[in-house]
């Protein structure tokens, strides 16, 4: 069973930062690229980043580009989420999610629970 | 990186079917078929239904299914049930690899 658990959320400062991780289990974790996906409070989803298998390749979001680095650790089965200069819109329940494939995360077919970040002003 | 634009609320009567539309351009859905429609109940993490614009996940019921025509894709649920109460997005690979969701469709019930 695939399992995804997110941690390292919490409240921040804006222009602060937070790392948050995701350790995966359940899967042959490097086969699969990652990502994650953030929902603000009473909105919808938005997507934020993801990873391929291998870590060579990293994709954003206009909104966190140049802010979020995505990483991930193949032999931890960890990934990772930094986070700096925190913004008030960052606020926001962030899941990590399991692609459906290994280069291109298209579609994710297992989620987190989420964590909450939330970033005061 | 403009949201994909889905009606806020649709609605309908156990046993009925209703479709979900989901409108991009031809810079997202209209230029690839990776098109996925997830599942979300209040405070529950997203659950994937449709990948690949008409591909269903295992365990997931065919009464849930996907099309696209255009810069449009739609989710069908047919046999409507009480339990398919929930809001729904769509979501699109776009341009330079980055994907994009929809605003999101409360579904009701009656």
């Known amino acids: 069973e695939v399992q995804l658990l997110e941690s390292g959320g919490g409240l921040v400062q804006s222009g602060g930062s937070l790392r948050l991780s995701c350790a995966a289990s359940?899967?042959?974790?490097?086969?699969?690229?990652m990502g994650w996906v953030r929902q603000a409070p009473g909105r919808g989803l938005e997507w934020v980043s993801f990873?391929?298998?291998?870590?060579?390749?990293?994709y954003y979001a206009d909104s966190v580009k140049g802010r979020f680095t995505i990483s991930r650790d193949n032999s931890k089965n960890t990934l990772y989420l930094q986070m700096n200069s925190l913004r008030a819109e960052d606020t926001a329940v962030y899941y990590c999610?399991?692609?459906?494939?290994?280069?291109?995360?298209?579609?994710?077919?297992?989620w987190g629970q989420g964590t909450l970040v939330t970033v005061s002003s | 990186q403009s949201a994909l634009t889905q009606p806020a609320s649709v609605s309908g009567s156990p046993g009925q079917s209703i479709t979900i539309s989901c409108t991009g351009t031809?810079?997202?859905?209209?230029?690839?078929?990776?098109v996925s429609w997830y599942q979300q109940y209040p405070g529950k993490a997203p659950k994937l239904l449709i990948y690949?614009?008409?591909e269903r996940p295992s365990g997931v019921s065919n009464r849930f299914s996907g099309s696209k025509s255009g810069d449009t894709a739609s989710l069908t649920i047919s046999g409507l049930q009480a339990e398919d109460e929930a809001n729904y997005y769509c979501?699109?690979?776009?341009?330079?690899?980055?994907?994009?969701f929809g605003g999101g469709t409360k579904l009701t019930v009656l």
């Open positions: 999610a399991k692609a459906t494939s290994l280069v291109g995360a298209t579609a994710f077919d297992s």
């Open positions: 359940g899967f042959t974790f490097n086969n699969y690229a």
């Open positions: 990873i391929s298998g291998s870590g060579g390749s990293a």
């Open positions: 031809s810079s997202d859905v209209g230029s690839n078929n990776l």
């Open positions: 690949e614009v008409t």
């Open positions: 979501c699109s690979y776009a341009r330079f690899s980055t994907l994009v």
